[in-house]
């Protein structure tokens, strides 16, 4: 297998006397899907922060192709080609796909000296990238508003690969969907995944990380319970180790096996 | 998995099934401009018919509600461009009298040449726009609070400085001390007067048949106040729609918060379009000033109102983020044509204030219903 892109080794992260991470070893390939799993209050957020730039860790070291990168802010992260698309998406309803998908990276070109808004090559751009998601738009000047919420994932997803994310953390992207847009943006990783890049696939949904994932790492009270690839572990499996173990299993009594 | 999901496999039909039943009608509706273009349509209409004998379309009528509508098009655009940014200026009637004072008494009062009056006041007014701007950045306060101040605090300035060195509230002889001076024929001159005259002689317009004036066309010239109208609209809707710059400033007043993730200089833009309101304010001003020949502490009263019902009449939503300058533009059209017509057709004048209401209230209503469509809320 090919070289890491990016590598994080033993990462803790302290808020004052909190210990949110501690341990936590991570790596992402070129063009596989690396799902990171938890319940709520694991660290995931906290841990994929560090790897945005967002967070400095305490501890640890994070290396990007085989070099010590030591991020500042979201900003660095960004140019170095890690990109997040968190939940709120950073989209603007009222504006159009070809708005959206360029806000902050106008393409611009030069009319009588002056330079203006590209629209016609960023209308271009569009279609093709969205096109190559599997998304066929109407029409790149619709309203981000008018899509639906896999749709607007993929608009999201579809502007980092476009600029040059080579490793891109998806927050729970799967979180607010239906059952047919979840399977749409599952759709979407795996394309991302076969153009190179290096997917973090944040999720608590065992089902939607099976789906997609190669390998599948668990946290749990910000440790890591370890790697496993896909053909190695059972969704069973995880969902215990998600869960810690045995408070599922009463759960699951209770519940009659259902969970 | 399907890796096809586009419109040839219909077991797995493409995520926007739904919304591609979009009418052509509902698509035309959510055209910023579509409300305004039909409301110009049918003024136009209504006074052609009820008004028309009043002479409201000879030139000497068509001048007359040309600038009024200039007038109302000018501080539009700045209000447009503000408000798509996400913020209000409510300091624009202020700063339109503020000006107005500012360049009568550096010129006449110290006797400073127009030319530099004029510069050192848009000077002050964008000085003043930028702190507007700066204030509602730095406090996170709405900016129809902060503008809310400076309303009264350049109006007192304006009329305390009027009694302080005049003891008048108006200050007269401006047109006196602008003859000669290169800068102020910008603002107060007429353009293709030769034309008009020749047209004039021709026949194809009246000229006057007595008194001093004998022989001179009714309409002299284009004012620049149309002039300046006219360039301000073509301005804002390039810089709106055809420049990277344009971009900032949906983004900005759709969701700053968004904007900023992306990289957008979000406070650069605002405070930039609190200027460029101030400096619209401040062509208004001058132009006026210019005209009358005089400043009055009480200019403008209203007027960011007025802006601001034009902007909305025009397509704008109030939250930022939506907008024409096109719109604008047409929303004041209406707004002047049917303010001059009502005089024309001879009808009370307070009945404009209903009107006023009732299309503002319309115009809001209908941007609603506009934006639920757009962002899919119920």
Same mark, same amino acid.
């Given at each position: 297998m090919s070289e890491p892109i990016i590598q994080m080794k033993n990462i803790g992260k302290n808020f004052g006397a909190v210990i949110?991470?501690?341990?936590v070893s991570f790596d992402v390939l070129p063009g596989e899907c690396h799902c990171l799993l938890g319940d709520n209050g694991a660290g995931k957020s906290t841990f994929i922060k560090t790897m945005s730039g967002v967070h400095k860790p305490s501890t640890g070291e994070i290396f990007f192709e085989g070099k010590s990168l030591n991020l500042t802010s979201p900003r660095d992260a960004i140019v170095m080609g890690i990109a997040t698309v968190y939940q709120?998406?950073?989209?603007?309803?009222?504006?159009?796909v070809t708005r959206n998908f360029f806000m902050g990276n106008e393409p611009t070109k030069k009319v009588l000296g002056i330079s203006v808004f590209d629209h016609q090559h960023a209308n271009q751009v569009t279609m093709e990238e969205m096109k190559k998601l599997g998304i066929n738009l109407r029409?790149?000047?619709?309203?981000?508003?008018?899509?639906?919420g896999g749709e607007r994932q993929t608009v999201a997803i579809a502007r980092a690969v476009h600029f040059g994310a080579k490793v891109l953390i998806l927050d729970e992207?799967?979180?607010?969907?239906?059952v047919r847009q979840t399977s749409n943006v599952l759709a979407t990783i795996d394309k991302v995944r076969k153009m190179g890049v290096g997917v973090v696939f944040i999720t608590h949904n065992v089902r939607h990380a099976i789906a997609v994932g190669d390998r599948f790492t668990v946290l749990n009270r910000g440790r890591t319970l370890g790697t496993a690839n896909r053909d190695e572990i059972t969704p069973t499996v995880l969902q215990n180790m998600m869960a810690g173990g045995e408070e599922l299993a009463t759960l699951e009594g209770s519940l009659g096996g259902t969970v | 998995m399907k890796n096809d999901m586009t419109s040839t496999t219909p077991e797995q039909p493409s995520q926007d099934e739904r919304v591609k039943e979009m009418s052509g009608f509902r698509k035309a509706l959510i055209r910023p401009e579509l409300g305004s273009i039909c409301g110009t349509v049918v003024v136009f209409f209504f006074f052609f018919l009820t008004a028309r004998d009043a002479g409201m379309f000879s030139p000497q009528g068509v001048m007359n509600w040309s600038i009024v509508s200039s007038q109302f098009i000018i501080i539009a655009v700045g209000a447009c461009l503000l408000m798509i940014a996400g913020e209000f200026d409510l300091s624009v009637g202020s700063m339109i009298g503020f000006a107005g004072m500012s360049i009568a008494l550096l010129s006449?009062?110290?006797?400073?040449p127009v030319w530099l009056a004029i510069i050192t006041t848009f000077i002050l007014c964008l000085a003043v726009g930028a702190l507007n701007g700066w204030l509602v950045i730095k406090t996170g306060l709405p900016s129809f609070i902060v503008t809310l101040a400076f309303l009264f605090i350049l109006r007192g300035l304006t009329i305390f400085a009027a009694i302080a060195s005049t003891s008048k509230t108006i200050i007269g002889g401006v047109r006196d001390v602008a003859e *000669?001076?290169?800068?102020a024929p910008i603002f107060g001159g007429k353009i293709f007067t030769g034309f008009f005259q020749w047209m004039g002689d021709q026949g194809i317009i009246e000229t006057f048949e007595?008194?001093?004036?004998?022989?001179?066309?009714?309409v002299e010239g284009i004012p620049m106040l149309i002039v300046w109208a006219i360039i301000l609209v073509i301005f804002g809707h390039w810089l709106l729609t055809k420049t990277k710059f344009g971009n900032w400033i949906f983004a900005s007043g759709g969701d700053a918060q968004a904007a900023r993730y992306v990289g957008v200089p979000v406070n650069r833009v605002k405070i930039l379009m609190f200027m460029f309101t101030a400096f619209c304010a401040c062509v208004f001003a001058t132009a006026q000033v210019m005209e009358f020949g005089s400043a009055g502490a009480?200019?403008?009263?209203?007027k960011e109102f007025e802006a601001i019902i034009s902007v909305v009449i025009g397509g704008?939503?109030?939250?930022? *983020?939506y907008g024409s300058v096109i719109g604008a533009a047409l929303g004041a059209i209406i707004f002047g044509v049917v303010q001059q017509g009502l005089f024309f057709a001879g009808?009370?004048?307070?009945?404009f204030r209903v009107f006023l209401g009732v299309i503002l209230l319309l115009a809001v209503i209908l941007n609603t219903y506009i934006r639920r469509m757009i962002t899919g809320e119920k």
């Open positions: 949110a991470l501690s341990e709120d998406l950073a989209m603007i309803p009222l504006m159009s029409s790149p000047n619709q309203a981000v508003g008018t899509l639906s992207p799967t979180s607010a969907l239906g | 006449v009062t110290l006797g400073w *000669g001076d290169w800068l007595r008194g001093t004036r004998k022989g001179q066309a009714v009480d200019r403008g009263v209203l704008a939503l109030l939250t930022g *983020g009808v009370e004048s307070s009945l």
